[in-house]
């Protein structure tokens, strides 16, 4: 039970309190990355398997040190797997810049809003208008809301301190080398594809979610499985179709990321999103993170009883 107190609990903490402000983990994780990745890159998939490995290994390998380390102290084991829960979560985060989008765009300061994005998905912002940064922020909310909410609590039940940790360093390689651009293609093919491996289910799991705390269970997955096999990622497609059915929108088009261009289709019947739709998206998105809290916790039992 240390498991699932200690992810209730770290999810409560960031509910409160939203990330670390200072010394955050991930970011030292992140500096780290990026020093070794000035020593190993190369353009070449056998140098990014390599560094993806060292880096994800080791990792993860902390995380089984705390579990073994902690195995007969329950006490401990649940204010360390609150600690790790709180680090590796963004929801509280994601919902505070949601909120500042929604701030600048509801006063139409359209210069510092297109600043703002940046905090929220690498889409080029130069010449986007309000309602096409309202969209940006709709699609990266419910992106987001699967990779730091979701899926972290996910793995968090079924593997705990190691998957939580894990999980996390490899979603922070994705987002540092997982891009489709010419540096990264090769480099960072193996920290993109094990991304997409280990949001496999916990994005489906995010649809489900979304349809369900919405009650509009039925439009969130006509338009999942309709519509999602048109966005190019397998992961964020059915979210941001759920997301769409159960907002009454429609998302995706072209977006632009300055070295390339990505067409995600239409997702959705509904009309374009709006500034009003920024506010409403997060609040579906925190419900979200409630729902997957509470089924991370029954997976937490599940584990203990299974393995004892």
């Known amino acids: ?20 402000r200072r010394f955050h983990p991930v970011a030292g994780f992140g500096q780290t990355a990026a020093r070794l990745e000035s020593r190993w890159y190369a353009d070449s998939r056998a140098a990014g398997t390599a560094y993806t490995t060292a880096l994800v290994g080791t990792t993860a390998l902390v995380g089984v040190a705390v579990e073994r380390l902690t195995r007969d102290r329950p006490i401990v084991h649940t204010l360390l797997t609150a600690a ?20 600048l765009l509801e006063e139409k300061d359209i210069p510092a809003a297109r600043d703002r994005l940046s905090h929220l998905c690498a889409r080029d912002a130069t010449n986007l208008e309000a309602d096409e940064l309202a969209r940006a922020t709709v699609e990266s909310i419910a992106e987001n809301t699967s990779d730091a909410c979701v899926a972290p609590l996910l793995w968090g039940g079924v593997l705990g301190v190691p998957g939580l940790l894990a999980y996390r360093a490899i979603n922070t390689l994705d987002a540092m080398v997982g891009y489709r651009s010419p540096k990264y293609a090769n480099f960072g093919w193996a920290s993109a594809r094990l ?15 979304t349809g369900v705390v919405s009650n509009r269970y039925g439009d969130a997955r006509r338009v999942w499985k309709r519509d999602a096999p048109q966005h190019p990622s397998p992961n964020a497609g059915p979210v941001e179709a759920a997301f769409a059915g159960a907002l009454g929108l429609s998302l995706g088009g072209t977006n632009n990321y ?3 261009t990505e067409d995600r289709g239409t997702l959705g019947d509904g009309p374009t999103p709006t500034v009003a739709d920024v506010r409403r998206t997060a609040t579906l998105a925190r419900r979200v993170g409630v729902a997957a809290a509470g089924a991370a916790a029954i997976l937490a039992v599940a584990r203990g009883r299974l393995w004892g």
């Open 195 to 209: 991304d997409d491996l280990v949001n496999l289910l916990p994005a489906r799991a995010c649809a489900v979610l």
């Open 1 to 20: 039970m240390s498991t699932t107190f200690g992810l209730l609990l770290g999810f409560a903490a960031d509910r409160v309190l939203g990330d670390p």
């Open 84 to 103: 790790a829960t709180w680090t590796v979560l963004g929801a509280r985060s994601l919902e505070r810049e949601a909120e500042t989008m929604a701030g």
């Open 258 to 260: 300055g070295s390339y």
